[in-house]
């Protein structure tokens, strides 16, 4: 159903039906545009401004120009020009998990409807636009499709797949999410990527590939049917957004001589701030297989709530971790608004359907048998070359904005919590600059830093003490492994083994058919505790200070727009570790921190100890993982790598699971075997086969140091 019937009734009443008149200048207030046939909307060209043909678009690019496909998928580049942008958008990034990370109001890593418990929160306008999506007085009027189930083009190792379109439905949830928007006519975000062919302004001339629009109200939804390339008809339901006044004029309307009024200067955020946790993206690893990146990638779109930077002002106590969508709940009624468009009820359904197109009106509800037909024209079906009706894309007068959304400029980052606790989930998240406008990932440790302008801000902490994190619960229903059913996993008896200084359990799991051994070293309490407990917080100290430079590292390859860190903070030592960071992140023996090289020394001294053998090792990669960090399934299968990997935990527990590699879905693919790691314990992985047949992941409980010792050959090829 297109509206719910109660809504459709309390809205407005007809205005008179005009037939929309061209206008030929771009880039003024009153511009209308002209709906060409058989493709998308877009300005009417201007002398310096020409748009040839718009038609799906799935291809960054960073020139003037931009590319387009053809009916048949193939690249074709138009003669287009776009205009200069005379300033920065407010809110900007270079990758989706920089809005992602940053943004309260976008954190959808896939779709481009972002909603939670059915509320549209932001709107991506990207590449395969639909027919007759439009951008109209200049960007404060758009028009665009529902999510998903669009026909797209998409060029996979060199050739041109086409996905058909399906059926748009007001269950969808995206469409869903859009319609309540409309309803109870709460606003949301608007953001476009260097994809959306309608804004003509050139963002890659700036290295913007993602840009926030602002606030906009929905002011229409409507569903149209849309004859694909294959020559199918599809039900996509549309939608109107109208730029919301208060915010002044949009950014992009500056002028060389006319810089738009700073939003800055807009009411701050007054909506009440929360202490929640939301559900952290899980956007690891550098070594992880497409379907773990995909896996990685599953960000519920339903996400209760709209997760914050942070709390307010620098300097402040607490961090807060996200804040409630500033939505007055009472449902608003449609009637209320001052209507804009003549709507009609429709005689066989009972509906109302806005007048949108000048070739008359039809019910546009996809429900009804009528729909998409024109009863003053014999009930024949609407053509395909339509344009829009005048009335229809004229501005309409919006109830008042919610203060709640006159300023969604990110806040700012905690960076002096009273506490001193600086390795909570708020501390994860990505910064706004307020220099620059740039959205940047939390990518080094020791403080926030602009990806653009290096603005930075500091992080005013102290060394967490283990005894408050190695007691937590790992909150599972074992003390300290799991084995699968049926996996042919053997447990070794407990092996006790120490010397005069030193003690210890060893644990021994055998994968079948000689694919290798794990044993799990647990420290007891004749472990060397205190030596632990001050590497622990030398790790800190150093990580604090730089000179333990951890970092996130972008990821080798995933599917996502700019580049993608890891989930966890990272730093080699050694031989380069080109999984992550390969030399760049790789200091030499003689550069180690102190505290990587106290790691290696007593993962050496326990693996040796422990299982009496002498194991070589020439490489160190710490990892540090921040509340809720983690690393995903992936197998140390580095070229040259030694048959044994030793890995010491500092801080909270963690489960370390495993599961076998290269098989499909199924049982075979469950985990197979679970280890609680604690504070001490070194997990040693024994035998190719371990990284051959199997991959591991790391679900830290809380704030945790991992050191993983290995040999690599320094001359592998
Ligand atoms: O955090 C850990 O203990 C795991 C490290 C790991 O799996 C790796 O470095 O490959």
Redesign the pocket.
């Known amino acids: 159903m297109l509206h719910s019937k109660r809504a459709l009734e309390e809205e407005s009443e007809h205005l008179s039906v005009k037939t929309i008149k061209l206008i030929h200048h771009s880039n003024s207030e009153n511009q209308l545009l002209e709906t060409h046939h058989g493709h998308t909307c877009f300005p009417t060209p201007s002398e310096d401004q020409k748009f040839k043909s718009h038609g799906s678009n799935d291809h960054g690019n960073m020139s003037t120009e931009r590319p387009f496909t053809d009916k048949q998928g193939k690249m074709i580049k138009p003669d287009v020009v776009l205009q200069e942008l005379h300033v920065m958008p407010h809110i900007w990034a270079e990758s989706r998990q920089e809005v992602c990370e940053s943004f309260d109001w976008f954190r959808s890593y896939q779709g481009g409807v972002y909603f939670a418990n059915n509320i549209t929160k932001g709107y991506l306008l990207s590449g395969f636009p639909a027919k007759r999506d439009g951008f109209f007085h200049n960007g404060k009027l758009i028009i665009s499709h529902g999510g998903g189930k669009a026909e797209s083009v998409q060029q996979l190792k060199g050739e041109t797949k086409v996905k058909h379109a399906e059926d748009q439905k007001a269950e969808d949830k995206s469409v869903r999410a859009l319609l309540t928007n409309y309803r109870q006519q709460i606003p949301l975000v608007l953001l476009i990527d260097d994809r959306y062919a309608l804004f003509p302004y050139n963002l890659g001339g700036k290295n913007i590939t993602y840009a926030v629009l602002g606030v906009y109200n929905i002011t229409h939804a409507w569903a149209e049917y849309e004859t694909t390339k294959s020559g199918q008809k599809h039900v996509r339901f549309k939608f109107s957004f109208q730029w919301c006044k208060e915010q002044g004029e949009p950014w992009w309307h500056a002028t060389k001589d006319k810089i738009v009024e700073e939003r800055a200067t807009l009411m701050p955020v007054v909506s009440s701030i929360e202490d929640t946790i939301d559900a952290s993206p899980e956007n690891d690893n550098a070594?992880t297989s497409e379907s773990d990146y995909e896996e990685a990638m599953d960000i519920s779109p339903d996400d209760e709530r709209i997760p914050s930077t942070t709390a307010a002002s620098p300097g402040n106590a607490a961090p807060k971790f996200s804040r409630r969508m500033p939505v007055k709940k009472t449902e608003f009624l449609l009637s209320e608004r001052i209507p804009a468009s003549a709507d009609r009820r429709c005689m066989y359904c009972d509906m109302r359907s806005p007048l949108v197109f000048s070739v008359g009106w039809g019910c546009l509800n996809a429900t009804c048998t009528y729909f998409w037909r024109l009863p003053e024209a014999g009930n024949n079906p609407i053509p395909d070359d339509l344009t829009f009706d005048e009335g229809f894309l004229q501005l309409q007068t919006l109830i008042p904005l919610d203060s709640g959304f006159r300023n969604i400029n990110p806040s700012q980052p905690v960076t002096n919590p009273q506490d001193k606790i600086t390795t909570l989930q708020a501390f994860t998240r990505g910064m706004h600059c307020i220099k620059c406008g740039r959205l940047s990932c939390r990518s080094k440790w020791e403080h926030w830093e602009c990806a653009n302008c290096q603005n930075v801000l500091a992080v005013n902490g102290a060394p967490r003490p283990v005894k408050v994190l190695k007691n937590l619960n790992p909150g599972v229903n074992f003390q300290w492994y799991f084995v699968g059913k049926d996996t042919g996993i053997m447990r070794s008896p407990v092996k006790p083994f120490g010397d005069h200084q030193t003690a210890g359990n060893v644990l021994t799991f055998s994968f079948p058919e000689g694919r290798g051994q794990i044993h799990h070293i647990q420290h007891n309490s004749m472990g060397p505790l205190v030596r632990l407990d001050t590497l622990f917080e030398e790790y800190q100290t150093q990580a604090a200070d730089g000179s333990l430079p951890f970092r996130r590292w972008p990821l080798r390859s995933h599917k996502l727009r700019g580049s993608l860190l890891t989930n966890?903070f990272s730093q080699n030592c050694g031989v380069p570790y080109h999984y992550v960071g390969g030399t760049a992140n790789t200091l030499t023996w003689e550069e180690a921190p102190t505290a990587v090289v106290k790691a290696k020394e007593f993962i050496e001294e326990r693996t040796n100890l422990a299982l009496n053998k002498q194991s070589e090792f020439n490489e160190v990669?710490s990892?540090a993982?921040m509340e809720k960090q983690k690393?995903s399934f992936?197998t140390?299968d580095e070229k040259g790598l030694g048959s044994v990997?030793a890995?010491l935990?500092l801080g909270s527990p963690?489960l370390?699971h495993f599961r076998r590699r290269n098989v499909k879905q199924g049982p075979e693919r469950k985990i197979c075997l679970s280890i609680v790691?604690r504070h001490g314990d070194v997990?040693v992985m024994d035998g190719t086969g371990v990284q051959q047949y199997y991959e591991?992941?790391?679900e830290?409980i809380n704030f945790?140091i991992?050191a993983?010792a290995r040999y690599i050959d320094p001359d592998r090829k």
């Open positions: 070594r966890y990669l990892a993982y690393m992936h140390d990997v890995g935990s963690a370390m790691l997990l591991h992941m790391v830290p945790r991992a993983t």
